[in-house]
């Protein structure tokens, strides 16, 4: 018997060619998890809302992409991917039939609004889309970016028609007139430009807003613009002289978005000061204003027949309104303001998340449903934390204040005051007798948590106090700033016992091992490991990257080339061993290290923003993570196991005394099936792709696995799944006697099998897109093949020049699409010189298929 060690991960295999059944009938969030996921909760927050021409649609562009809800029922159709990036732009052709997304990577994409098939990918800009456009008679497409520019394209085609310069700073809104002669842009320059559409000229510059003009609408008649900008000043301008008519005021805060009713009647705006007002488009009159939200309005959108006025709020609601009385109609739920912190309870069994919307929220961590919204915070929330035993929860806001909850019954305690700015750390000592809270007014305060009273405070940093933790024993506190030091504090004595200075940036988080004698630290410069007894360093954790030298490379580019990089890290925390740090960055990683080695074990990627927080379940069998997307991932946590271990998790899934494929065509007979199952190999509740991993990875060390096979971390792959049938198809005829199974569950399983391996068998060699597009300075270039080929990758330049050839060698059919299977150029020549920014092109040729496509290297 092998007797290796096994890291069960979800990140063995590709998520997007995985056989999912029923997969609409899962919980929205659900859809499109990232490989390693087993849970979202939360469907992240949106950027912009636009309703479908006939009304039957409503599209809101978000973190994890597209959401379509059918307006009639308000359930959601479908999520159209992001692929890893938010979307921060939608339009819909004026016929309806395409879907236009802007990404924050700067990809555009036109979908088929019916299918969801992509139709074309637009990869021009370099920077985050924020504004998309269609032509009155929808064969030009308008695009503004945070690049500055605009770009004019052929919908039809994809080609790009002009490129328009003139802006000096990031665009935030484009439209046309509405006979579809000019096109209209406004920036973060505070000016907005008209352009000739056919041409591509600059017919003038509008200059009078004094701060960012962040949207602009032209009215159904064509006869007025509306232009709204920060300082919460809406023009409306006369588009036959360019001349203001008049200005709007009202709103206290920035205009997020305008919008003209389709009969031309009303106009509405959305604001920062959480309101949307609703004025007389002819007379500017006020009419209503609509206060239900209780953060940020980003966007509007009206029903085609104008009857109703819906708007998105960053209090994870779109609501939508009477048009014309203002009356509230409904609310769609379930979106989630980005995730500032997120923490177990003691037993595991409750999620807290923070968000930016003054709100704690309490998840079920088992079943992901939502079990309480906090309220009562005056302003952002930006710490939560429990208490040892799992009762009270704690929250620190910018506010100025920490509220105390009950953590079962989400009752409010009380309010702790005394900071004179507002809170970003929290901690208890171990017995929950005492909160620790660290203030942007550099102090650190102790409260008593049964009386509430004030203990004193600890004053010796000079910048905010970012992170604390107390030693296991609690007679000690470290504390990390912002002025690039940590300090270790003897609470017995008040005093300073050791500070560290060794970091060269902020220091967002540190956590102490299980055992006390080890501190671990992250910021924006390191991720390091200390001893708490003397202070010294004992290790910098350092991200491992991959640089390809040519064998031909000269002899001074093959020495001193770095093979890692300094991590980086906003949270931090131990698995409950002490033998793996978790950490999470802003670069949207989550990355697990060895404690006694130093080296980077896994990462897990998903999160569209930086990572915020992570926490590991009591159990150590779950990472959750948090991000500014708005959504909480758990991840099944892959802690090495022996084979004892696994076989204990296993056991014999038909009691017939053998471990054999038998079992693994009995889990996959069970797909899908919720409750106590003895296929639900980790009693995560659902039979699913995890436990046929998990069996996998047992018959591997217990020598029962097909011949030659290996169940490691590799992908799973077709040849696999084809050896398992076989051996699997022999048994009734081996075995017919003794088979401990009814036949209908056996064929069940050989049919989900022959699924699996039907998605993993590609029906043609294909070329993707390389990810991520823009890149600097490296890429991977996925593919599929349909028949096995000598496969090499050829990059050139945009005047047709060889810039580097890949040989990948013999590759056998199947999917090469993530990063540990698609072929991988780091921005190099073939003399390993970085090449300089611009178009380039790649060719795949694996036998007689050859297919090119683009890319593009900004620096």
């Not at 906003?570 to 080695?597: E, N």
């Not at 005394?657 to 199952?677: C, M, Y």
């Amino acid at each position: 018997m092998k007797r290796t060690h096994l890291f069960i991960l979800f990140i063995l295999l590709i998520g997007t060619i995985l056989y999912q059944p029923n997969l609409l009938a899962q919980d929205s969030p659900q859809w499109h998890l990232p490989e390693g996921a087993t849970k979202r909760l939360g469907k992240g927050w949106l950027y912009e809302i636009q309703y479908s021409p006939d009304g039957t649609r409503l599209a809101a562009a978000g973190t994890l992409g597209v959401w379509i809800y059918d307006t009639a029922t308000d359930e959601e159709i479908t999520l159209l991917n992001g692929f890893g990036w938010g979307v921060s732009a939608l339009t819909y052709s004026p016929n309806g039939k395409v879907l236009v997304s802007g990404s924050a990577s700067g990809t555009i994409r036109l979908w088929d609004s019916e299918t969801g098939e992509i139709l074309q990918t637009l990869n021009q800009h370099w920077r985050s889309v924020r504004s998309l456009a269609f032509s009155p008679d929808g064969s030009m497409l308008a695009s503004g970016s945070r690049d500055r520019t605009v770009r004019l394209w052929n919908p039809q085609t994809g080609d790009l028609l002009h490129t328009l310069r003139g802006h000096t700073d990031g665009l935030n809104s484009v439209a046309f007139s509405v006979d579809g002669s000019t096109v209209i842009s406004a920036g973060r320059d505070d000016t907005i430009k008209i352009w000739d559409a056919s041409s591509g000229d600059l017919l003038k510059t509008l200059e009078e807003h004094r701060d960012n003009v962040a949207s602009i609408v032209v009215s159904p008649d064509g006869k007025t613009l509306a232009s709204g900008d920060l300082n919460a000043i809406i023009h409306l301008w006369d588009t036959a002289t360019w001349t203001i008519k008049q200005t709007l005021f009202g709103h206290t805060s920035y205009i997020y978005d305008l919008k003209f009713s389709p009969d031309g009647r009303v106009l509405a705006s959305a604001s920062e000061d959480d309101t949307v007002r609703v004025w007389d488009a002819v007379t500017g009159d006020h009419l209503y204003t609509l206060s239900d939200h209780t953060a940020d309005v980003f966007g509007l959108a009206f029903t085609p027949d104008s009857s109703v006025l819906t708007s998105g709020g960053w209090d994870a609601s779109i609501r939508s309104w009477d048009a014309i009385t203002g009356r509230h109609l409904k609310t769609i739920t379930g979106h989630t303001d980005a995730v500032a912190s997120v923490t177990y309870s003691a037993d595991g069994r409750i999620l807290a998340t923070r968000s930016w919307d003054k709100t704690i929220r309490l998840w079920d961590a088992d079943t992901g449903q939502l079990q309480h919204v906090l309220s009562g915070h005056q302003d952002d929330v930006d710490v939560v934390v429990f208490s040892p035993d799992g009762t009270t929860l704690a929250s620190g806001s910018q506010d100025n204040t920490v509220r105390l909850w009950n953590a079962i019954t989400g009752e409010h305690i009380k309010t702790l005051r005394g900071h004179y700015s507002y809170l970003i750390s929290l901690a208890f000592s171990p017995d929950g007798s005492i909160l620790a809270s660290g203030s942007e007014d550099d102090s650190i305060r102790l409260w008593r948590v049964a009386t509430g009273r004030y203990l004193g405070g600890l004053w010796e940093h000079e910048a905010g106090v970012e992170t604390l933790a107390f030693s296991p024993d609690g007679t000690m506190l470290a504390s990390g700033s912002r002025d690039d030091r940590i300090i270790l504090w003897d609470l017995r004595t008040g005093d300073a016992i050791h500070t560290i200075s060794e970091h060269e940036d902020d220091v967002w988080a540190v956590a102490f091992s299980p055992d006390g004698t080890k501190l671990a630290s992250g910021g924006g410069d390191t991720v390091s490991l200390w001893d708490v007894a003397t202070a010294e360093l004992l290790q910098t954790f350092r991200r491992p990257i991959d640089i390809e030298i040519p064998i031909d490379a000269p002899e001074e580019l093959t020495g001193d080339v770095p093979t890692d990089l300094p991590a980086n890290a906003t949270s931090m925390v131990f698995s409950p061993d002490g033998k793996v740090l978790v950490s999470g960055s802003y670069d949207r990683t989550i990355r697990l290290w060895d404690i006694a080695t130093g080296e980077q074990l896994r990462t897990l990627e998903g999160h569209t923003y930086s990572i915020t927080s992570v926490a590991v379940s009591p159990n150590g069998t779950t990472i959750a993570s948090g991000s500014v997307d708005g959504t909480v991932i758990l991840w099944a946590f892959p802690l090495p196991m022996s084979i004892e271990q696994v076989l204990t998790v296993l056991a014999d899934v038909n009691n017939d005394g053998t471990l054999d494929v038998l079992d693994l065509v009995l889990v996959a007979s069970n797909f899908g099936v919720s409750g106590e199952s003895p296929a639900d190999l980790n009693d995560d509740g659902v039979v699913n792709l995890l436990d046929l991993y998990l069996i996998a990875n047992a018959l591997d060390n217990v020598d029962a696995a097909p011949s030659g096979q290996s169940f490691s971390n590799d992908q799973l792959t077709a040849a696999q799944v084809e050896e398992w049938l076989t051996l699997a198809k022999q048994i009734p005829s081996q075995n017919s006697q003794n088979l401990k199974v009814d036949m209908l569950s056996y064929q069940r399983g050989i049919h989900v099998l022959e699924q699996i391996l039907q998605n993993l068998t590609p029906k043609e060699t294909t070329l993707f897109a390389n990810y991520p597009n823009p890149f600097n300075p490296e890429t991977w270039i996925p593919y599929q093949l349909a028949t096995p080929a000598e496969v090499t990758l050829t990059i050139y330049a945009a005047d047709g020049k060889v810039v580097r050839t890949l040989t990948l060698g013999h590759q056998p059919i199947g999917i090469y699409q993530s990063k540990n299977r698609a072929a991988y150029w780091d921005g190099k020549n073939a003399i390993g010189e970085p090449v300089t920014s611009g178009i380039y092109f790649y060719t795949l040729s694996a036998g007689d298929f050859a297919a090119t496509r683009k890319m593009l290297i900004v620096k």
